[in-house]
């Protein structure tokens, strides 16, 4: 029996343009790849297509020569892979898929998710019982959460906008959110909606 | 006896990727060429 070769070896000979190689490289991680996808997203055909995406991926980084993981072959495909189930799921939550069938449910396509009038009044208790803990903060920590929850603002900006560095900010944020917690424990709050 | 068990195919088996994306990943491989000039690199389909 000819001796396996080797997934670096294999890659850089696809590398310097031996196709079959490629070839090679598929059909040896064909099943651990496909299992894989098909595991996390339970469709024959979404598994095809991440599949294919993920080897084009794999066929333009190492054609452009970005490849540097020597000996790692299929751990880096299968982050790939990983990276591009996460990508299908965000894009189905954006655009939700509408399985065919003919009892079709309008609901399905107009919903209304406005809380209704109890947990509305729910959330506004909590929002401003929320607004009140917050004050209890220190203010380098206070005026950083404001900022990233309230205002919305990434880190990088609240760095800017305070004059400290990114990862004081972080280390802030982080502390607030602690010692939030660390508030509600105290006083023994119950912060839920449901 | 020996009949008792039954030889179920293992469930957990998952099917792999059928020949055809396997053949066109293999054409896309061979058409794509990648030019690089500078630090632009550039993809290209040749048919």
């Known amino acids: 029996m000819k001796p396996l070769k080797d997934d670096s070896l294999l890659v850089n000979d696809y590398i310097s343009g031996d196709e079959k190689s490629l070839e090679i490289l598929i059909n040896r991680h064909n099943q651990r790849i496909s299992s894989f996808i098909y595991s996390k997203v339970l469709d024959r055909d979404v598994t095809e297509d991440i599949f294919q995406d993920t080897f084009i991926k794999v066929i333009k980084t190492l054609k452009k020569g970005n490849y540097s993981e020597e000996g790692k072959f299929l751990p880096w495909v299968m982050r790939i892979a990983h990276n591009l189930i996460i990508d299908h799921f965000r894009k189905n939550k954006r655009m939700p898929k509408f399985e065919g069938s003919d009892d079709f449910n309008i609901f399905s396509v107009i919903g209304d998710d406005k809380l209704n009038a109890e947990k509305q009044i729910i959330k506004d208790q909590i929002d401003s019982d929320l607004s009140l803990l917050i004050e209890e903060l220190p203010d380098d920590q206070k005026e950083v959460l404001l900022m990233r929850i309230y205002k919305d603002m990434s880190f990088k900006e609240i760095s800017e906008n305070t004059g400290v560095s990114i990862n004081t900010a972080l280390g802030r944020m982080r502390y607030a959110l602690i010692n939030l917690r660390k508030i509600i424990d105290k006083n023994n709050i119950v912060l839920t909606n449901s | ?47």
Do not use: C, D, W
């Not at chain 2, 008792?4 to 469930?11: L, P, V």
């Not at chain 2, 020949?19 to 389909?45: C, D, G």
């Open chain 2, 1 to 47: 006896m020996e009949k008792i068990y039954s030889t179920k195919k293992n469930a957990l088996a998952y099917p792999r990727v059928g020949p055809e994306t396997i053949q066109f990943l293999l054409a896309y491989s061979k058409a794509l060429r990648i030019v690089k000039h500078r630090q632009f690199s550039f993809e290209m389909i040749l048919n």
